[in-house]
T-cell receptor
Framework: NAGVTQTPKFRVLKTGQSMTLLCAQD?????MYWYRQDPGMGLRLIHY???????AKGEVPDGYNVSRLKKQNFLLGLESAAPSQTSVYFC??????????????FGDGTRLSIL | QQQVKQSPQSLIVQKGGISIINCAYE??????FPWYQQFPGKGPALLIA?????SEKKEGRFTISFNKSAKQFSLHIMDSQPGDSATYFC?????????????FGKGTKLSVIP
């Protein structure tokens, strides 16, 4: 069981370039999430999805877009990368959040540097 | 507005000692309070969680204490070990209709020294 797999693990971009971060889960979870983690800031929710074909904004959505075309995949896109988007990005998935005690399962992160 | 405040930012404890991390929340609608543990280079993983209808939950060396009236909860790690060295995040969530988000504290970096 792979759990939550994120690709790539590391990436360096130049300002203005675009890229897509990939997240795949094999646990048949309905809900998926993208977070960013910055030193001293904890985890902040960027976007999330409560099912295939649905997405919603989190706390810090500006500059990012997402898509959930298949239940097992959640893509995070940066259309025009900015240095402020240098961060570690985590994907997570879970069963219905309405069921208390359902943990979010995290991938190991993508470390993104924008020069 | 930070809805979950976590302290301290960093903590150094001797092996065998007790580690205590505190969190305070503002939204009284929160009804689920998990703690996540994160090792370097890895994603966070659920450690232990509590609902506000109980004041304490214990799992092995890890205990959550919950004070609903003060809107505070804390993680106690008994007999702390070097392997417990990690970053710990408290979080809070509301399970009501339309809410799917965990709100995280900023994290506490725990170092357990031999």
């Amino acid at each position: 069981n792979a759990g939550v797999t994120q690709t790539p693990k590391f990436r360096v971009l130049k300002t203005g370039q675009s890229m897509t971060l990939l997240c795949a889960q094999d646990m048949n979870h309905e809900y998926m999430y993208w977070y960013r983690q910055d030193p001293g800031m904890g985890l902040r929710l960027i976007h999330y999805s409560v099912g295939e074909g649905t997405t919603a904004k989190g706390e810090v959505p500006d500059g990012y877009n997402v898509s959930r075309l298949k239940k097992q995949n959640f893509l995070l896109g940066l259309e025009s990368a900015a240095p402020s988007q240098t961060s570690v990005y985590f994907c997570a998935s879970s069963y219905s959040q309405r069921l208390l005690g359902q943990p979010q399962h995290f991938g190991d992160g993508t470390r993104l540097s924008i020069l | 507005q930070q809805q979950v405040k976590q302290s301290p930012q960093s903590l150094i404890v001797q092996k065998g000692g007790i580690s205590i991390i505190n969190c305070a929340y503002e939204n009284t609608a929160f009804d689920y309070f998990p703690w996540y543990q994160q090792f370097p280079g890895k994603g966070p993983a659920l450690l232990i969680a509590i609902r506000p209808d109980v004041s304490e939950k214990k799992e092995g060396r890890f205990t959550i204490s919950f004070n609903k009236s003060a809107k505070q909860f804390s993680l106690h790690i008994m007999d702390s070990q070097p392997g417990d060295s990690a970053t710990y995040f408290c979080a809070a969530a509301y399970s009501g209709a339309g809410s799917y988000q965990l709100t995280f504290g900023k994290g506490t970096k725990l170092s357990v020294i031999p």
